[in-house]
């Protein structure tokens, strides 16, 4: 990871709040997703949850359209590309949970029962 001193903050042009994460050399503020955002989530869940270690293509397709409906919230401005430059092995992970966090979701410990949609 970066060193705290090398990373730059980006502010948003619209602040909806939301949890600083690092890509690359920058710090975005994530927001919390809208409902037409988390409604692509469930939609793409079980694409999402086959994610252990490694994504595979759909996977990072899946989870960078996801983190870009999230950060242009704060950041309209913010294109597909940018999202798929600053992703990578090292950061995906946290920024994806800080995207799913902010929508609701969690990480289940292991042999906890998995919530389903109704």
């Known amino acids: 990871m970066e060193d705290a001193a090398e990373v730059k903050r ?6 909806r709040g939301g949890t600083w994460v690092p890509m690359g050399a920058e710090e975005y503020l994530i927001p919390p997703l809208a ?8 939609s793409n869940m079980a694409t999402l949850q086959g994610i252990k270690d490694l994504p595979n293509e759909k ?32 950061n995906f992970s946290r920024v994806f949970e800080a995207v799913l966090g902010s929508a609701g979701y969690r990480k289940s410990q292991p042999g906890e029962v998995q919530a389903t949609s109704r």
């Open 10 to 15: 980006v502010q948003p042009a619209r602040n």
């Open 35 to 42: 409902f037409g955002s988390i409604k692509y989530i469930q």
């Open 59 to 90: 996977q990072m397709d899946v989870v960078a359209e996801v983190v870009l409906l999230a950060l242009q919230r704060n950041y309209p401005d913010m294109t597909l590309e940018q999202v798929r430059d600053n992703l990578d092995l090292g």
